[in-house]
C-alpha cells in the first residue's frame, strides 16, 4: 500500500511537472524603446493637428450652413416686406399707370421705403441697403402687382394693332 501511495505521489508529482512545463521561448526583441521619444512625440503631434483640423473643418461647415440660414431669412424678410410695400402703394392709389409708364409720388414712396428702417432694419443691415436702394427695389417691383400689370397689358393690347382687341369688328 505503501508502494501504491508512493507511486500515486510521485505519478502526480511528474503531471504536474508536466502541466507546469512552459514551453522554451524564443529570444525576444523590446520594441518599446524604439518608440520612445521623439517618435511618440510626432506621432501625438500628427494625432492633435488632425483632431484640430476636424474640429476646425466642423466648425467652419456649422458657420456656413448657419450663415446661409441667416441670409436666406434676411433675403425672405426684405422679399415680403417689399413685395407688401408695393402691393400697398398700389392699393392706396400712390400708384398711376399712364400707358406702360409708372408714376408713384415721391412722399409714398419714402415713406414707404423709410418704414424698412423700423420693420426689417437686421435685413437692411445685413445688406448694406439705404432707403434709397428700397426706393428703387419697390419701384421695380411694382410691374409684378396684378393690377398694374393688367394695367400695361391693356395699355400695350391698345397700343398694339395686331390683337384682336385693336382691330376694329367687321360688319356683318
Do not use: Y
Not at 63 to 70: D, H, S
Amino acid at each position: 500500500m505503501r508502494r501504491c501511495f508512493s507511486a500515486a505521489s510521485v505519478a502526480s508529482v511528474l503531471l504536474f511537472s508536466a502541466l507546469s512545463i512552459v514551453p522554451a521561448q524564443a529570444a525576444a526583441i523590446d520594441v518599446g524603446q524604439a518608440f520612445t521619444g521623439g517618435l511618440v512625440d510626432a506621432i501625438n503631434g500628427a494625432i492633435s493637428a488632425g483632431i484640430t483640423a476636424l474640429v476646425g473643418w466642423v466648425a467652419w461647415t456649422v458657420k456656413t450652413k448657419f450663415n446661409v440660414e441667416i441670409e436666406a431669412k434676411h433675403r425672405d424678410a426684405l422679399t415680403a416686406f417689399l413685395n407688401r410695400q408695393a402691393s400697398s402703394l398700389v392699393a392706396k392709389g400712390a400708384v398711376k399707370v399712364q400707358g406702360l409708364k409708372i408714376e408713384v409720388g415721391n412722399d409714398a414712396l419714402a415713406v414707404a421705403a423709410n418704414t424698412a428702417l423700423h420693420a426689417i432694419p437686421d435685413a437692411l443691415k445685413f445688406f448694406g441697403l439705404t432707403p434709397e436702394v428700397i426706393q428703387k427695389r419697390i419701384l421695380d417691383l411694382l410691374p409684378q402687382q396684378p393690377a398694374v400689370a393688367q394695367a400695361q397689358a391693356i395699355a400695350l393690347d391698345v397700343a398694339n394693332p395686331a390683337t384682336p382687341s385693336g382691330v376694329p369688328a367687321r360688319a356683318a
